[in-house]
C-alpha cells in the first residue's frame, strides 16, 4: 500500500525536489503542501486527514513548531516531532536542553539588553560570536574581534524592529574556520562532512558555499550525536559540531537540514535513508 506524506514548506528547494522524487520506489506518494495553506486547528480540522505523515520542512521555525503541535494533536504522525523542533528553533533552548543531559555546548550568555551584552564581552572576553537565538545558515552571525568596535556592531541589533529578532547569543569563537556537520535520519549518521571558511567570510557553513570534505569515521563524534538524538528522539537532523581541546560540543541541531552539501561530498543517498525512515516509522 502506498503512503501518503506531505512535504509542509513554505517552498520547493533541492532537497524536496529529491524527496519527492525517491518517494515511489519506496512506496510512498510525497507531495508539497504550503505551510501557509494547512488551516490546522482543532483535532477535527480537516487539512491533513488524508496524509499518514508529515515531514516539516518550514524555513520559518515558529511555522514549523506550530504545524507540528497541532498536527500531533489531530493524530497524524510528524517528522520531527513538536518538542524536537520547539527545541532545535531556539538555540538558547536547545543548549539548556543538552546541558540538562550532560551534552557538551559552548559556553553562552543570552543577551537580551546592552547591559547583558557588555556584560557577556566582560566576562567571556574577546574574540565572541554574537548570534541570533532564531535563524540559521549563518545569517547575521557576527564574529566581534576588538572590543573597540563591539559596540559599534550591538548598535545594529538594537535597530531592530522586534525583541525576537533582538534576541542573541554571545559565545566564545571557537571553530577555528570548520565545522562538523551530521546528518541524521532515525538514530543513525547517514553522513558526516566538515566545512571550512573559504575566502573572506570566516563562517562554516554550508549555506555559504564553504570547502568541505568527508569526515572519517570519529567513535567521539558517533557518542555525542547518539546522546543529541537520545534526548531529541528519532528523527532527521543536522547536528553541528565543533572541536574544541576538550572534545567535540554541538553548536546546533537543524530540525529541517539541507543536505545537498553534504550529500554532494559525501556521495550518500539521503533521500532514500529518508523515506525509508519514513516506512519505518508507518509499518
Same mark, same amino acid.
Given at each position: 500500500?502506498?503512503?501518503?506524506?506531505?512535504?509542509? *514548506? @513554505?517552498?520547493?528547494?533541492?532537497?524536496?525536489?529529491?524527496?519527492?522524487e525517491a518517494a515511489p520506489e519506496l512506496g510512498l506518494?510525497?507531495?508539497?503542501?504550503? @505551510?501557509? =495553506? #494547512?488551516?490546522?486547528?482543532?483535532?477535527?480540522?480537516?487539512?491533513v486527514q488524508d496524509f499518514d505523515a508529515l515531514l516539516v520542512r518550514s524555513r520559518s521555525y515558529?511555522? !514549523?513548531? #506550530?504545524?507540528?503541535? #497541532?498536527?500531533?494533536?489531530? !493524530?497524524?504522525?510528524?517528522?520531527?516531532?513538536?518538542?524536537?523542533?520547539?527545541?532545535?528553533e531556539n538555540k538558547a533552548v536547545l543548549r539548556s536542553v543538552l546541558s540538562s543531559a550532560e551534552i557538551p555546548v559552548p559556553d553562552f550568555r543570552l543577551v537580551l539588553s546592552r547591559r547583558d551584552f557588555e556584560k557577556a564581552l566582560d566576562e567571556l572576553g574577546v574574540p565572541v560570536v554574537l548570534k541570533p537565538i532564531f535563524g540559521g545558515m549563518?545569517?547575521?552571525?557576527?564574529?566581534?574581534?576588538?572590543? $573597540?568596535? *563591539?559596540?559599534?556592531?550591538? %548598535?545594529?541589533v538594537e535597530d531592530l524592529g522586534h525583541a525576537f529578532e533582538q534576541a542573541c547569543l554571545v559565545e566564545p569563537y571557537l571553530s577555528g574556520g570548520s565545522s562538523v556537520r551530521c546528518l541524521v535520519v532515525g538514530r543513525d549518521i547517514v553522513a558526516a562532512a566538515e566545512f571550512a571558511s573559504a575566502g573572506a567570510d570566516w563562517? =562554516?557553513?554550508?549555506?555559504? !558555499?564553504?570547502?568541505?570534505?568527508?569526515? *572519517?569515521? %570519529?567513535? $567521539?563524534?558517533?557518542?555525542?550525536? @547518539?546522546?543529541?538524538?537520545?534526548?531529541?528522539?528519532?528523527?532527521?537532523? !543536522?547536528? @553541528?559540531?565543533?572541536?574544541?581541546d576538550d572534545g567535540y560540543v554541538v553548536n546546533e541541531v537543524n530540525h529541517a537540514p539541507a543536505f545537498r552539501g553534504v550529500a554532494s561530498v559525501t556521495g550518500a543517498d539521503i533521500p532514500t535513508a529518508v523515506g525509508s525512515f519514513v516506512q519505518e516509522l508507518l509499518s
Open positions: 500500500m502506498t503512503r501518503n506524506v506531505a512535504i509542509v *514548506a @513554505d517552498r520547493i528547494s533541492w532537497e524536496e525536489r529529491r524527496l519527492i506518494h510525497v507531495e508539497w503542501v504550503n @505551510d501557509e =495553506s #494547512l488551516c490546522l486547528g482543532a483535532p477535527g480540522a480537516p487539512s515558529t511555522r !514549523g513548531g #506550530l504545524v507540528a503541535t #497541532l498536527a500531533e494533536a489531530a !493524530g497524524i504522525p510528524v517528522l520531527n516531532s513538536a518538542r524536537a523542533i520547539n527545541a532545535c549563518g545569517k547575521r552571525v557576527t564574529l566581534i574581534r576588538h572590543t $573597540d568596535t *563591539a559596540q559599534s556592531v550591538y %548598535d545594529y563562517r =562554516s557553513n554550508a549555506a555559504l !558555499g564553504n570547502r568541505s570534505s568527508t569526515l *572519517a569515521y %570519529d567513535p $567521539d563524534v558517533v557518542k555525542i550525536v @547518539d546522546a543529541v538524538v537520545s534526548e531529541l528522539g528519532a528523527g532527521i537532523y !543536522g547536528v @553541528d559540531l565543533f572541536r574544541t
